[in-house]
């Protein structure tokens, strides 16, 4: 256990149905990032936050998808119009970056067990 | 081409084998990621390095900046390291997302 939650795990849904998932970061990691993982394949990244602020969106991320951090804690990955092309591990990470007085620097990413989406 | 490129895709060894697995690389970077995913799709991160090379147990992992290339090894190799590994290019600290490849099944037979 990384201390990095995503609910649910696994995810059925029906072509065109609309999909929610959550992550919760490790509590003090400051960037939370959301990657698509299909068969055989490395992660792909998807796109990132530093705190409540998404800095970067992948092209993969089309318009059916949009992430959140509304709180700079917990986010959310939703896609809508679901397509069979979307089935695929989705993972987050989280990681610490920066320093300050008294926080450690630390950019390894820690990653969440993913949730499987299979769209029918 | 692929940003980052690694070799074999499939490895089966037997158990107590020396494992070497590589991962190339083709533009810069700040640090290399080696992640390990078991069945089921958990990652775990073994090393980050930009350098030299580090170790933890059996796992020693090396890098060679000029050559743009990585190496994962496991001594003693056991069934239990069987998984699929996956290193990852990571760059800058305003950029946040990693590269990966497209990873290596390893499977060490008892």
């Not at chain 1, 201390?3 to 059925?12: D, F, L, T, Y």
């Not at chain 1, 990657?35 to 092209?59: D, H, I, M, V």
């Not at chain 2, 980050?48 to 890098?63: D, V, Y």
Request: proline share 4%; glycine share 10%.
């Amino acid at each position: 256990d990384t201390g990095v939650s995503q609910n649910p795990r696994h995810k059925i849904t029906k072509r065109g149905q609309n999909v929610t998932f959550r992550c919760d970061p490790i509590s003090e990691h400051n960037r939370l990032y959301w990657y698509r993982q299909t068969l055989g394949q490395g992660p792909e990244f998807l796109t990132y936050f530093q705190n409540e602020a998404q800095l970067e969106k992948s092209r993969l991320l089309s318009d059916r998808f949009s992430a959140e951090r509304p709180k700079g804690s917990f986010s959310t990955l939703e896609i809508q119009r679901t397509e069979q092309g979307d089935s695929a591990m989705y993972l987050c990470a989280s990681s610490l970056v920066g320093s300050g007085e008294g926080r450690k620097r630390e950019y390894a990413q820690f990653f969440g067990p993913g949730t499987r989406l299979t769209v029918l | 081409k692929n940003e980052v490129e690694q070799s074999p895709q499939n490895l089966t060894a037997q158990e107590g084998e020396f494992i070497t697995i590589n991962c190339s690389y083709s533009v810069g970077i700040s640090a290399l990621h080696w992640l390990q995913q078991h069945p089921g799709g958990g990652i775990v991160s073994l090393f980050m390095l930009s350098s030299g090379k580090k170790k933890h147990g059996r796992l020693i992992a090396t890098i060679n900046i000029q050559e743009k290339h990585s190496s994962l090894h496991i001594t003693a190799s056991h069934p239990r390291d069987s998984a699929v590994y996956i290193c990852g290019r990571w760059w800058g600290t305003s950029y946040g997302k990693l590269t990966f490849g497209q990873g290596t099944i390893l499977t060490v037979h008892p």
